[in-house]
């Protein structure tokens, strides 16, 4: 089969459509995860012995679990208890959940990292629990983690062709819906391969340079 350029411009907006479909769920998971993670890291350092241990239970098991069971369950199962989401909100949910889990991990880390006495620091001056947070620990806990999240979002942008299997009409669900239509899967696959590979290294040099401004920041 040969390849056709007058059917690549004949999809192109159907594949466009598709690929900003793919950057807002990751843009919404991302954000989405940046809380649960941030939530879970608190929760598991800071909460009573109980609540610390459920919130560890709770982050192992959708650690453990694949990202596609937890969006078959978000969009298909929780309907059974009366919890229609849209598919939409249903993929981002579960991509927010499922990398929330690894950001907590990292936001854990980094907060491990700040010294001891800068908690003590906080405390001696009369700071408050919240204040102690906000203008002590997380600016200071926050820039070391960027790469490490920035890698999780290009992780997580590579993971979105899954939510085509929740109906979502993402740049690979698009691309199964032309071939499927048309009988030709050279061209949708192959730009679905190209969208994501640019994609990816614009997010990998975005990413080097966080690393070379945390990395000047330090020198510093």
């Known amino acids: 089969m040969e390849w056709d350029w007058n059917f690549v411009w004949q999809i192109m907006p ?9 950057i807002l769920a990751t843009a919404l998971g991302a954000a989405l995860a940046a809380v649960i993670g941030l939530v879970f890291a608190i929760l598991r350092m800071t909460a009573p012995k109980p609540l610390a241990r459920a919130t560890s239970f709770v982050v192992e098991f959708i650690r453990g679990t694949p990202l596609l069971v937890q969006l078959y369950f978000i969009f298909y199962v929780l309907p059974d208890i009366g919890i229609r989401l849209p598919a939409l909100l249903a ?4 991509l927010g959940l499922h990398y929330g889990t690894y950001a907590a991990e ?30 002590v620990i997380l600016p200071q806990a926050l820039p070391p983690m960027i790469p ?13 062709p899954l939510l085509s299997a929740i109906t979502v009409l993402e740049l690979m669900n698009q691309a199964k819906s032309v071939a499927n239509s048309s009988y030709r ?5 192959t730009l679905v391969g190209v969208f994501f590979l ?19 920041v330090e020198e510093r």
């Open 198 to 216: 640019i994609m990816s290294l614009i997010s990998v040099v975005f990413l080097r340079f966080l690393e070379e401004r945390y990395a000047r």
């Open 148 to 160: 490490a999240l920035a890698n999780y979002l290009i992780a997580m942008f590579k993971e979105t």
């Open 106 to 135: 990292v936001y854990r880390a980094g907060i491990e990292n700040v010294p001891r006495g800068q908690w003590e620091a906080a405390k001696a001056t009369n700071l408050t629990g919240r204040q102690t947070w906000i203008h």
């Open 14 to 22: 159907t594949l466009l459509e598709g690929l900003k479909i793919t």
């Open 185 to 189: 899967y050279i061209e949708p696959m």
């Open 91 to 94: 993929g981002v949910i579960g």
